[in-house]
Structures are given as structure tokens and as C-alpha cells.
């Protein structure tokens, strides 16, 4: 009687504790409500795992995502391929070098199930061992995979999670360049690398069919760096999610830690964007961002980027279009030449005299300041040089020297980098620095009362990433641009920031964004043309931030047709780039349809 009442009692703790188990998701308990719950994960055989939840049935065969069937519509997105080729799982490391971490060399697997919504697989190999923890989140039906793996090799880079076999009509959908839609076939993306967040402005990527797809994105808050590996030679039809570890890499062993979540949609691309969007917001708390932003960056109808500081350009302007809806980019304010003696901003009379006559006017002047750069010949470097940006991988110094027209990176030497000012070197301070933030604050909020300024550009505000030096004061480079805007955004009783770029950590705090085209800043690629029709930044980020155009926007040829075309394609503010007062009084028949739009 006793031995029996023991056992009931065990079983009834172990069913209790399968109903209310918390599987952990990127750092947030859910609780699952036991036969109530929507959703099941099943072991149900030697390394198969069925997944069912509100919206889709999954399989994962030896690691492998081998079914994907939306319950929506009863299409399936994942096709046969090849497994021979690589495993699921892969450790990266410098260069892309991919080491297999599952069953292909000497490899076994071993599968757990942890509960009736949680299961994980276990890789052992010849290099590697690995865990991928398989759930499912109940409220969204989402399938939820955490992968992690680790080696005795140090200079481990990233863990990668492979999904391959996408049905061959999707196309990508992401978050590069302010949004594109292409074939995985094509050249722009085949077998490319997007990192988080300089090029992958969002932590999301979506496959679209007619009217329907899936998607793939992660919940991550705490600025985790990732990257998105779309194809591989000879193998388009697959994507790979890296989690990365935190630079220094060279003694580093493991990564991990990032939860990735599939699921399917109906409709199109803007179904699943919604969604991130939602919680974007939630994350952030950016509703209250939203309610900051001054009302006027709304009603405006047209940008000039690289606007010569020329008097007779506004009066020009002004017979043409109500100033109010004009936002102009000022590079050439200072008594310095363009990118040089940066952090000293000291105003040149006529820089002073051209934003007064544009206030007086009503124009919207955004003077141009540097987030990052630091002149190596300026006092101010040897406060801060200790906190440059190395890169991950090589050490390099981040920066650039510009001769005959091209970057040639930053001297190595030590003493070299004090003697070539006329090479425009600048290198990159990492903005966790509290040290610097406050030096430029303070240079930027003289300016901003000198010049009754409403607002301020701030250049290089996208380039963050994972470095040799990634914390400084705790803080990433992408929470320290971050909090860099914040704070320029409070000076002076309050001040709407631009900066270059837009993606997810940025668009919290910037009003505007000079955004680039698809590999095509200064010189437009073979192809640029498909890389418009998709505002998918836009869409995301629009409530807080309005885009405008980068460079060669004068309509001079059928190139600048169409780099301004593919801006306002991303639905950019339609932006022009002049170089005197002569180009608004006798335009170009683009640049003319720019000025009639914004006067309409």
C-alpha cells in the first residue's frame, strides 16, 4: 500500500511539473498551462522531434528543419535538400570559417525530451559539441530554436543554426538597405553575409510567397550581436543564423544564448513586419519616443543633402517651395575643412549668416557633427585613443585616410598617425566611452545655443558592431550609439538628431536618417534597380524617423534618375543634391518634379 501510493504520488509531481514547466525564451520565463496549452513538442523517435502549435507542424529530423506546413493555409515551406553538405549546426570562425558541430564526422546525437512544450538534442563530434533546445511559445505559435555550441579551439566567433530546403519560389524579404525583396537567386544576396546591425538593420528576415510565407526573428533586447548568412556557394536556398560572442574572440571557446523563432503568415510582408513592429515598441517603450518627436519632421516634402552653404540657394528656394516642409543637410559650416580637426566645431561667419537667413526663412538646417571620429592630430585623442575600434577579427583600427578619392583605412604607426592631417585620417571612438560622449556633448550644445539650433547631424551614427574592444563601461557600441543620441537629443532644451543610417537601435532616438542605397553610396551597382519597391524600414521605423537620400541626387544622367527613384521607392523623403543656386533656378527634369511635388 504504501510502495503504491509512493509511486502514484511520483507520477503526479512529474505530470505536474511537465503542465507547468518554464522554458526559458531569450531571457523571459513563459508559463505554459498544461492541458490548456497550444502547443506540443514530441520526441518521437532517435533524433526526430515533432512540433505542433496554434499555426504550424514542424519536423526536426538529426537537427535538421526538414518540415515546415502552415496550418493557416496547408502550404508547406521547406523542401528536400541535401544534407550531406553540412550539418545543422556550425561553429564559425575567423574568416567564415565553418566548423560542422553535428552527426557527419564521428558525430552522435542524443535527444531529451524536457517537457510536453520543450525538447533538446545533444551533438557530440570529432571538433565540436553543441546543444539545440527545441520549444514552442504558446501565445504566438511560434516554434522557438536556441542553438549553442562550443570547441577546446579557441576563437570562436558565432554559433550558426542552418535552415535549408526553402521552397524555391520565396523570396527574401529583409531588413538590408532600408528593405529589400529579391529571389534567393540573386546575385545581390547569393552566398552574402549581413551583420547586425550595420548591414541586418533588423533581427528578422521573411520569406514570401504569393500570399503567404514564413518568417524568422528573434526577441533580443539586450543588443546581442547576430548575423544573417543568406545561401552558400552553389546552395541559395538556405539561411543561417549566427549568434555571436562578444569580441575579444581569440581565447573565447563557445557561443550561444540567442533564441530564434519561426513562424508562418498569410497575407505579405507587412503581416510579420507588424508584428516585430509591436514588439519593438514594447521593448523599447517607444511609444513615449513617438510622443517626443517634434511635430514639424512630419510635414516635411523634400531634403537637400550636401547643401552648399550659399545665401542664394534659399532665396532660390524659398520662390519655390514654402521652406517649412524643406530640410537641408549642412556639411560645410565650420572653419575646418570637411572631416578634419574633428571634434572642434567652430562655425564660419558665413556658415552663421546662412542658418540665420534660413531660420528667418523658416527652413529646417541639420549642421553636420561626427559621432565617432576623432582627428589623431586633435587634444582630444589622447584622452580617448585607448577606447578606438579595433576590428574583431584583424585588430585593425577602424577609420579612414582618404587619397585621389579613396579610403586607405588608418596608419598602424603610431607616429604616422599624427603627420598626414592632409589625408583626413579619423579613426572611431567607441561611444560606451562616457568620457567621450560628454566631450562631444558638450562641443554640440555650445553650437546648438550660439545658433539657436533645433536641430543636428551626426554622422556615422550606423557603424556598431561587434569589436576586439566590444564593451567599454559595460556597454556594446550599439548601446552606446544609442545612448550618444539620447543625450544630443537633450541639449539645448531639447534638439531633433539625424544621423547615417537606419536601423533598430538607431531609429529609437533618431528624427532623421541619411540612408544609403543597396552597396551603392558613392558609385551605383549592377542591379541597384531591383533593389527598390519594398519600404520596409520605413514601415518599421516611419512613426519615429523620416529617411532622406544619401549622394548623386541631381538628375544629371539616368544613374541619378534612378538612385532617386529607388530612395523614394523606400518612401525617403524625395532628396536632392545641388552644387549651386543655378541648379534650383534651372533644374534637371527630376530634380524639377522634386520641387514641384514638394511646392503641390
Not at 543 to 567: A, V
Amino acid at each position: 500500500m504504501q510502495k503504491t501510493s509512493m509511486i502514484s504520488r511520483r507520477d503526479l509531481l512529474r505530470a505536474a511539473a511537465v503542465a507547468s514547466a518554464v522554458p526559458e525564451l531569450n531571457g523571459r520565463a513563459l508559463v505554459v498551462q498544461g492541458p490548456a496549452q497550444a502547443g506540443s513538442v514530441r520526441v518521437t523517435s532517435d533524433g526526430v522531434i515533432s512540433i505542433e502549435t496554434s499555426t504550424l507542424r514542424a519536423v526536426l529530423d538529426r537537427g535538421f528543419l526538414v518540415k515546415l506546413e502552415s496550418k493557416l493555409t496547408g502550404e508547406s515551406f521547406i523542401e528536400g535538400f541535401d544534407r550531406t553538405r553540412f550539418d545543422p549546426l556550425r561553429l564559425i570562425y575567423r574568416g567564415g570559417e565553418a566548423v560542422d558541430a553535428g552527426e557527419r564526422l564521428f558525430g552522435n546525437l542524443e535527444t531529451r525530451q524536457v517537457s510536453g512544450t520543450c525538447a533538446e538534442l545533444r551533438f557530440h563530434n570529432w571538433n565540436t559539441d553543441g546543444v539545440l533546445r527545441v520549444s514552442v511559445d504558446p501565445d504566438s505559435g511560434d516554434l522557438v530554436l536556441e542553438p549553442s555550441a562550443y570547441s577546446s579551439r579557441p576563437g570562436v566567433r558565432a554559433c550558426r543554426y542552418v535552415v535549408a530546403g526553402i521552397r524555391r519560389d520565396l523570396r527574401l524579404v529583409a531588413p538590408f538597405y532600408q528593405g529589400v525583396s529579391l529571389e534567393l537567386t540573386d546575385p545581390l544576396i547569393q552566398a552574402s553575409h549581413w551583420r547586425w546591425p550595420q548591414s541586418w538593420e533588423a533581427g528578422f528576415v521573411i520569406l514570401q510567397g504569393r500570399d503567404s510565407g514564413f518568417w524568422i526573428h528573434t526577441q533580443d533586447n539586450r543588443y546581442r550581436y547576430k548575423a544573417l548568412q543568406v545561401g552558400a556557394e552553389g546552395m541559395p536556398y538556405l539561411l543561417g543564423l549566427d549568434t555571436e560572442a562578444y569580441g575579444p574572440i581569440d581565447d573565447n571557446l563557445a557561443a550561444g544564448g540567442l533564441a530564434w523563432r519561426i513562424n508562418v503568415f498569410k497575407g505579405d510582408w507587412r503581416v510579420p513586419a507588424e508584428r516585430y513592429r509591436r514588439w519593438l515598441w514594447m521593448a523599447y517603450d517607444l511609444e513615449k519616443e513617438e510622443a517626443r518627436r517634434a511635430s514639424w519632421i512630419h510635414q516635411l516634402r523634400m531634403a537637400i543633402s550636401w547643401c552648399p552653404t550659399e545665401m542664394a540657394i534659399l532665396e532660390s528656394l524659398a520662390k519655390r517651395v514654402d521652406p517649412r516642409r524643406v530640410l537641408i543637410h549642412l556639411p560645410h559650416w565650420r572653419t575646418d575643412p570637411y572631416d578634419e580637426n574633428y571634434p572642434t566645431y567652430e562655425p564660419s561667419e558665413q556658415a552663421k549668416s546662412f542658418i540665420a537667413r534660413a531660420h528667418q526663412l523658416g527652413f529646417h538646417v541639420l549642421p553636420h557633427f561626427n559621432s565617432l571620429e576623432v582627428d589623431p592630430t586633435h587634444p582630444v585623442y589622447s584622452m580617448v585613443r585607448d577606447f578606438q575600434y579595433r576590428d574583431v577579427e584583424t585588430k585593425r583600427l577602424y577609420g579612414w585616410s582618404w587619397v585621389e578619392g579613396r579610403s586607405i583605412g588608418v596608419p598602424e604607426s603610431n607616429a604616422s598617425r599624427l603627420r598626414f592631417r592632409d589625408k583626413k585620417v579619423m579613426v572611431k571612438i567607441h561611444p560606451g566611452l562616457s568620457m567621450w560622449r560628454s566631450l562631444l556633448c558638450e562641443r554640440i550644445e555650445a553650437n546648438a545655443r550660439a545658433l539657436n539650433l533645433e536641430a543636428v547631424f551626426i554622422d556615422v551614427t550606423l557603424v556598431t558592431g561587434n569589436l576586439h574592444n566590444c564593451l567599454v563601461e559595460g556597454m556594446t557600441s550599439s548601446e552606446g550609439i544609442n545612448r550618444l543620441i539620447h543625450e544630443v537629443s537633450e541639449l539645448a532644451g531639447g534638439l531633433a538628431v539625424g544621423g547615417e543610417g537606419l536601423n533598430e537601435v538607431i531609429a529609437q532616438g533618431l528624427s532623421f536618417a541619411q540612408v544609403h542605397l543597396f552597396r551603392s553610396s558613392q558609385k551605383s551597382i549592377e542591379g541597384l534597380e531591383r533593389t527598390g519597391g519594398c519600404p520596409l524600414n520605413d514601415f518599421l521605423f516611419g512613426r519615429l524617423c523620416r529617411s532622406f537620400g544619401y549622394s548623386r541626387l541631381g538628375g544629371r544622367d539616368p544613374d541619378e534618375e534612378l538612385r532617386m527613384r529607388i530612395h523614394e521607392e523606400h518612401n525617403a523623403l524625395p532628396t536632392i543634391t545641388i552644387r549651386s543656386a543655378e541648379d534650383i533656378e534651372r533644374p534637371t527634369p527630376a530634380v524639377r518634379r522634386v520641387l514641384e511635388r514638394a511646392s503641390a
